[in-house]
Structures are given as C-alpha cells and as structure tokens.
C-alpha cells in the first residue's frame, strides 16, 4: 500500500520562502509522475478542486503543464533519501493553500494532471502580508 505523506508547511510572511517535502512509503520514486498540488481556501468547498503545479517525470524532467503557477516552484527529488521537495520562493498571499503531494504508477505523459493514483493528506501553507 502507498503512502504519501507532506511536511513542512507553516505560516510565513509574504515574500519569504518554503520548501515542502513528501515522503512516499511503498513506492519506488522513479517508476512513475510524482507532482505537487494545492487546494486554495476558495476551493475548499470542492474536495475534487486542486490545482496542478508541477509534475517530476521518471527521467528528473519538470513539467508545468497547466500549471497554476508555471515556473514559479521547483520539484526536485532526492533519490538517495527518498523525498520529493518541491522549493517556493518569494510566496505571496495568494499561496496559501493546502499542498498536496500526489504519484502516479506511470509516467506524467499519461497520468499528469489528472490520472495520479496516490495522493497525501496535505500540509498547510498560510501567508501573511
């Protein structure tokens, strides 16, 4: 059974920085899409409503398709520690949100954005002005 599990969320002035992590139990980092998500306040009515951020293919490659924040945030994954980071910097109220971290058991060509088969409970992210 997978796992998926987030850290590092918290509350932090608009303009600083965050870096999120996921730790995956059960699953083998490189055999498919592994990407991040949020849910936004707004969207909170819809449990199905989270936006796309990036995606990480089995090669490293990035992918920002329709992504809510394109190029903004950087997925990058240790594959000796087995965790899947995802970078935010100079984040602005409009970000805070509920992250998500998400894998799929193919690659994100097939399952990104919406195909991913294991998704974690989510960390909160709250920024203040």
């Known amino acids: 059974q997978v796992q998926l599990v987030e850290t590092g969320g918290g509350s932090v002035q608009a303009g600083g920085n965050l870096t999120l992590s996921c730790v995956a139990f059960?699953?083998?980092?490189?055999?498919?899409?592994m990407a991040w998500f949020r849910q936004t306040p707004k969207q909170a009515r819809n449990p199905q409503a989270r936006?796309?951020?990036?995606?990480?293919?089995?090669?490293?490659?990035?992918?920002y398709r329709k992504s809510a924040v394109p190029g903004r945030f950087l997925i990058t994954r240790d594959k000796v520690k087995n965790i899947l980071h995802l970078q935010m910097p100079e984040l602005n109220t409009e970000d805070t949100a509920t992250y998500y971290c998400?894998?799929?058991?193919?690659?994100?060509?097939?399952?990104?954005?919406?195909?991913?088969?294991?998704w974690g409970e989510g960390t909160l992210v709250t920024v203040s002005s």
């Open positions: 998400a894998a799929a058991q193919v690659d994100c060509n097939m399952a990104y954005p919406y195909g991913m088969d294991y």
């Open positions: 936006e796309p951020l990036v995606a990480i293919d089995t090669d490293d490659t990035p992918v």
């Open positions: 059960g699953y083998i980092y490189n055999s498919g899409c």
